[in-house]
């Protein structure tokens, strides 16, 4: 009984003697334990498995307690081999940076450069020693464990394979060669090459009756005949011209003459172009990650680190690019680990803002379910329905917000050719309430402070409706609308404040289309329902009473036939009725601007020909 | 009990290597005398390739560092010799107090004797704190004979370590038992005083204390 213990004692003492130093070789040799090692050992609390031998060593790692396990019979030597893996020859080969590891330009080679043996060696019987023998024998054979222990763990920082671990721990470069180990109960005899340039060591046996401890290393005495270097690594380069969409296909160009689910495709006629910098330069990633964000040429990517792949689709797709909806569309799969991180990076620097023009105004979604399908993908803008003139969409023509159009009516089909056919440069002009001639901020801003409201109910509903339906895409007969309206944008700039200001007519005139009947009583419950309503409708509105207003110096009978058209058709109600006094009066307004305007010309080229007769 | 005693490899250094060279000498001698629960300390000399352990004892650092500061005091003035430093390991013993000893008595049972040849007149003051890096003497002009003699200095001094581990290896009857609680045996170090004279009446002292002839091997 009394043996059992004294024998399990030193069972026990063996096992954990043989664990400890297997703990210390691999937290030497292995680099990625050591870098862990390391950083742990400071921090770590003292545990039980730390106790044995007086030698807090940190956490043991994973494999080892398999190893344990798998060479449990501690008669069996448990032999370490520290193999030196050394890649191919082309260091400065760009594939080793991605993987550096793998033999990408060569064979690599394996050769043992250390190779650890514990044995627990009994050649002979002894007498076990029993009561107070027995304790302090056990003392003694735990003491000089401690002393082998410690002797071991100094060896192990003197030996040449130490500085490679070292070197390999350390993250900041990358080298062509790698350490690795093998742990087993037997061992390849060397050859007689890897022999002579070998050393041998053995540390004293520590007798542990009935046998002894016997630890011993053979290692190679210098590792500078192996060629070990570091791999070449190319500094990170700068991409000045950057373009990096975490959503837009890496395999996607961008010509400027696509149209359709392109961030800002529309037609160059007239439309102030979207700046067209993204569109031309090349996507960041089409050659692979980087690391840098300022934006740089996409063919300084061979000299991305090597921590990145090369693969050209990092991002699954999933809606269409960012820039049109002026939101970045952030759920999208990454397959590695690069890429993830490359995602991040894409987070820091997007080509495209989550608002496309700068004063784009805040988004209202309103109440109206009908435009709740369009509230997710149109990008922030604010209609404010006052009876405020029209004004184009000027940066805003790029917006998203073509997709915030109102639903399409009835009368969509019927007025397509209309809508067709509107004369170029016949536009609607919706005047800002108190916006008068003579309050305009300049005397040729009178020329279009007045515009004729063309006011006109169905048709503008059926244009504008046609202009929906007319194009497969909101967007394209939106960018038609604008094509023709964007040079009006710069006028009216000086003089319209706010891009989206519409009437309240307009609104709760295209609410109220589909109900002629319903016109006298129905339009003030409609205005206020499109009060309500989403400002997409108004802007749609705004566009379509754009479209068909006359231009400025046009055939005031043309303009009147139009309106007056609109007007009246369906017979005046309260709708037509409120537009009629306006009408008028804005016309005579406009009449006297150009009375003003003719009289002060008139002067000043009298005033220029009694100059010039003066001189003569 | 005997006293092991150890007369390490003589080491030709320059002055600005004093400090490294002890500091790894020392502190690789202690950690293999400081039986105790110990969180072993990687550290990396700067002149040498060399990476030496240290106890992680704040204490035993700052004692090492002090002594280390009186020894390179004591070679400034005395420059060009041969110097040794000794660590000794001794026992606490009780004894009856009598006329010519005191109630306790140590026992040293292991003495390590560091030898140094510090070759080149120290031209630089050495700072004597704790966190003085080494002072690269810009006397020499000659890069390639510098690093061959650095290169001669570091094979050395791993010679050195080597030998402290084979002599821990080989000695171990000699090491006290382990003592509850106590991280590392009471020692002493012993640097050379003002005049050899003076180191001698040291070792004399010692001997009156131990009541042994010390042995030199």
């Given at each position: 009984m009394e043996m059992d213990r004294e024998s399990g004692k030193l069972e026990q003492i063996v096992s954990q003697f043989r664990s400890k130093i297997l703990h210390v070789i691999l937290d030497s040799r292995v680099p990625s334990l050591h870098r862990q090692q390391q950083e742990s050992l400071s921090l770590s609390r003292v545990r039980k498995t730390d106790k044995w031998f007086n030698l807090v060593l940190g956490d043991r790692p994973p494999a080892l307690e398999n190893l344990n396990f798998s060479l449990r019979n501690l008669l069996d030597p448990m032999v370490i081999d520290i193999i030196l893996i050394r890649h191919g020859s082309c260091s400065s080969s760009v594939d080793n940076l991605y993987a550096p590891s793998a033999a990408a330009a060569g064979p690599s080679t394996e050769t043992v450069i250390e190779r650890w043996v514990v044995q627990y060696d009994c050649p002979r019987v002894f007498a076990t020693p029993s009561g107070a023998d027995a304790a302090v024998f056990y003392k003694k054979i735990y003491k000089k464990c401690i002393l082998l222990l410690r002797s071991l763990y100094s060896q192990m920082r003197l030996l040449p394979a130490y500085r490679i671990c070292r070197q390999l721990s350390l993250l900041s470069q990358t080298y062509n060669f790698d350490l690795v180990y093998k742990v087993s109960s037997f061992s390849h005899p060397f050859s007689r090459e890897e022999e002579d340039g070998m050393k041998e060591y053995s540390f004293?046996?520590?007798?542990?009756?009935?046998g002894c401890l016997c630890v011993s290393v053979t290692y190679r005495a210098t590792l500078s005949d192996f060629n070990l270097e570091p791999l070449v690594s190319l500094p990170p380069k700068i991409i000045t011209d950057y373009v990096g969409s975490p959503t837009t296909d890496p395999m996607r160009s961008f010509p400027s003459s696509k149209t359709g689910a392109h961030a800002t495709s529309f037609p160059s006629t007239g439309l102030r172009p979207p700046s067209s910098a993204p569109f031309q330069r090349p996507h960041s990633w089409s050659s692979g990650f980087h690391r840098g964000f300022p934006p740089t040429k996409t063919q300084s990517l061979a000299g991305s680190p090597p921590a990145y792949c090369t693969s050209r689709k990092p991002y699954d797709i999933t809606s269409p690019p960012t820039d049109l909806y002026g939101n970045?569309?952030?759920?999208h799969r990454v397959s590695t680990l690069q890429q993830a991180t490359a995602y991040d990076e894409y987070k820091l620097s997007p080509p495209f803002s989550t608002s496309a023009s700068p004063s784009t105004p805040t988004y209202l979604s309103g109440a109206n379910p009908l435009l709740t399908r369009h509230c997710s993908e149109t990008a922030p803008v604010t209609i404010p329905l006052t009876g405020r003139s029209t004004r184009y969409l000027s940066s805003n023509s790029s917006d998203p917000n073509r997709h915030s159009l109102p639903p399409l009516s009835p009368r969509s089909s019927k007025h397509d050719a209309s809508s067709q056919e509107s004369p170029s440069g016949i536009r609607s002009y919706r005047k800002i309430?108190?916006?008068r001639a003579g309050e305009s901020p300049s005397g040729l801003s009178n020329l279009y402070s007045?515009?004729?409201?063309?006011?006109?109910s169905k048709d503008d509903s059926g244009r504008f409706s046609g202009l929906l339906s007319s194009s497969g895409s909101p967007r394209i007969g939106f960018s038609r609308s604008s094509s023709r309206l964007s040079f009006q944008d710069d006028i009216d700039d000086c003089e319209f404040s706010c891009p989206f200001d519409v009437d309240d007519v307009d609104v709760s005139d295209s609410s109220s289309r589909n109900t002629e009947s319903k016109r006298a009583s129905e339009f003030t419950a409609q205005s206020n329902l499109v009060g309500k309503k989403s400002q997409d409708a108004a802007v749609g509105i705004l566009v379509h009473m754009l479209r068909t207003a006359p231009p400025l110096r046009q055939d005031s009978s043309c303009y009147s036939t139009h309106s007056l058209k609109t007007e009246y058709d369906g017979g005046a109600g309260v709708a037509s009725g409120f537009f009629l006094p306006r009408k008028t009066a804005d016309a005579l307004e406009e009449l006297n601007s150009y009375r003003e305007m003719k009289d002060l010309l008139l002067s000043k080229s009298a005033t220029q020909a009694v100059r010039k007769e003066g001189k003569k | 009990m005997n006293c092991e005693v150890c007369q390490l490899k003589e080491l030709e250094v320059e002055h600005f290597e004093i400090r490294e060279v002890l500091l790894c000498i020392l502190h690789t001698i202690v950690f293999h005398r400081a039986l105790g629960l110990v969180r072993p300390k990687d550290v990396d000399l700067e002149l040498f390739e060399i990476t030496y352990v240290q106890c992680g004892d704040v204490e035993l650092e700052e004692k090492i560092d002090e002594k280390i500061d009186h020894f390179i005091s004591w070679v400034e003035k005395h420059p060009n010799k041969k110097s040794q430093i000794c660590l000794s390991f001794y026992e606490v013993k009780s004894k009856q107090p009598s006329w010519f000893t005191n109630k306790t008595e140590r026992l040293y049972w292991e003495q390590w004797y560091v030898n140094l040849n510090v070759t080149q007149h120290p031209k630089h003051h050495s700072s004597k704190s704790h966190h003085t890096k080494v002072i690269v003497d810009p006397g020499e002009s000659a890069t390639e004979e510098r690093s061959s003699r650095r290169a001669m200095v570091e094979a050395s001094l791993r010679e050195v370590l080597f030998q402290i581990i084979k002599f821990v290896n080989e000695k171990k009857d000699h090491v006290p038992p382990i003592s509850e609680?106590?991280?590392?045996?009471p020692y002493e170090i012993t640097i050379p005083s003002s005049s050899d004279s003076a180191f001698g009446m040291d070792m004399i002292k010692r001997m009156l204390h131990n009541g042994h002839p010390t042995m030199l091997s």
């Open positions: 004293t046996p520590v007798e542990a009756l009935p970045r569309i952030q759920n309430e108190g916006l007045a515009p004729k409201v063309v006011r006109d | 609680g106590v991280i590392y045996f």
